[in-house]
């Protein structure tokens, strides 16, 4: 990056700051993850300077006809991977591919069925704050209380007495695996259609780890980065029925030029996840997961859900006498980036925070097996005790630095 160097030193100094942020820090975030080199270049390339407004072979523009390569590549690759009768690959996030949904599917002020923020939901399922919530009347659905599982049982009640016409299906903090055909049978019986948002699995589903929701739902969504691997981003699966009123809703509806840049990537991103390779990566997330779940179990630390069957574990920090505001902060000034994450039925409330939430994903991406899970489960509690002790944060962060060594970024990624 010579020439930004020159041109434009602090934006130059900025990325090389983050850079070495990544290199010398054990990234715990469970949405967050390492694009491999290639996407990056993908992303980074002159496809950023083409206007596309449209769908292959039917642009606005002239002059599209690489992109339209790349976009039907991505498409193809998609279907390769999850199946699914549609592929729309320019929502820009998640949250827009959700809301392209809602907006196609739905009038303002339906009923939607969907998890609550406070017990693993997203945003975009109806938070009060996001236009899920301003929109559409949203029912929320939880856990149980007493073994943090979904309640399928409770959903069924929900969605008889409220008659939604749509169920949302999926989670940002739900360690658990999903049952999508029960959502079905629940769906089938009130004669709602189902959004099944896959952004936190979806690597999980392409390596066959988690169901897929494709043959249940008429929608799926889901982010292109995560357990993915690829660039942040959106791309929606549904069935051929309903194609037109998505591909309307994306382009002109909630959106203009797509970034075919990163539509590039996305291509990129989902050839890899078509490779063996990507099924061991996501068997040893996995792996990972369970093995940091359990150290942590060792320690006194209880799991939500006593366990995790995905990429992520919520951690309740309630015994520990501490928030989760205040571990997430200690933990990064040893060089541990986790988030504060609220837990079912938290006392404390969202700025605050009971709890952790960890994902293995990146860690897993540098190489870190479950020997280093082990090793980080001791660091993390060796700070929380001692979350005020300057000399224990400066002595973990040591170690961080040890660790983060021995598995350099990028060191196997194409």
């Given at each position: 990056m010579e020439r930004l160097k020159k041109v434009d030193?602090?934006?130059?100094?900025?990325?090389n700051d983050e850079l070495k942020r990544e290199r010398d820090t054990l990234n715990l975030i469970a949405s967050e993850n390492f694009a491999p080199q290639v996407v990056l270049e993908a992303q980074g390339s002159v496809m950023t300077n083409k206007y596309a407004e449209g769908y292959p072979g039917e642009r606005w523009y002239d002059g599209c006809q690489h992109v339209d390569q790349v976009e039907k590549l991505a498409q193809q690759r998609a279907k390769?991977?999850?199946?699914?009768?549609?592929?729309n690959v320019q929502p820009h996030s998640g949250t827009q591919a959700n809301m392209a949904v809602y907006f196609a599917m739905l009038k303002m002020g339906d009923p939607v069925l969907a998890m609550d923020l406070a017990c693993g939901g997203h945003l975009s399922h109806g938070h009060h704050h996001n236009f899920s919530g301003k929109y559409f009347k949203i029912i929320s659905y939880g856990v149980d209380r007493g073994n943090e599982l979904i309640d399928y049982g409770e959903v069924e009640d929900?969605?008889?007495?409220?008659?939604?016409?749509?169920?949302?299906?999926?989670?940002?903090?739900?360690?658990?695996?999903i049952d999508f055909a029960k959502f079905r049978q629940i769906a089938d019986k009130v004669g709602a259609f189902i959004l099944a948002d896959?952004?936190?699995?979806?690597?999980?589903?392409?390596a066959g780890l988690h169901p897929s929701p494709v043959p249940y739902a008429e929608f799926v969504t889901t982010t292109t980065h995560k357990t993915l691997r690829g660039p942040r981003a959106g791309m929606i699966i549904c069935r051929k029925e309903f194609a037109a009123r998505i591909d309307a809703e994306v382009f002109p509806g909630?959106?203009?030029?797509?970034?075919m840049h990163v539509i590039a990537a996305k291509a990129v991103a989902l050839k890899l996840a078509l490779q063996p390779e990507f099924k061991s990566y996501q068997r040893q997330i996995v792996a990972n997961a369970k093995k940091l779940a359990a150290e942590l179990q060792g320690r006194a630390y209880r799991i939500v859900s006593a366990g995790t069957d995905t990429h992520l574990l919520l951690v309740d920090l309630s015994s520990k006498k501490i928030t989760g505001k205040d571990a997430a902060c200690?933990?990064?000034q040893a060089g541990i980036v986790v988030n504060k994450n609220l837990i079912p039925y938290d006392r404390l409330g969202p700025q605050l925070t009971s709890g952790l939430r960890l994902g293995t994903p990146a860690l897993t991406t540098r190489g870190m097996k479950q020997a280093q899970m082990q090793q980080i489960a001791c660091l993390i509690d060796a700070v929380i005790a001692a979350a005020q002790d300057q000399k224990t944060i400066a002595a973990t962060k040591a170690e961080v630095l040890k660790l983060t060594q021995k598995f350099p970024l990028y060191q196997e990624l194409t």
């Open positions: 030193p602090q934006v130059y100094k900025a990325i390769q991977l999850f199946g699914g009768e549609h592929v929900l969605a008889k007495k409220h008659n939604p016409k749509m169920i949302v299906v999926g989670a940002s903090a739900y360690p658990r695996t896959i952004a936190h699995i979806a690597g999980l589903v392409a909630i959106q203009g030029g797509p970034l200690a933990l990064d």
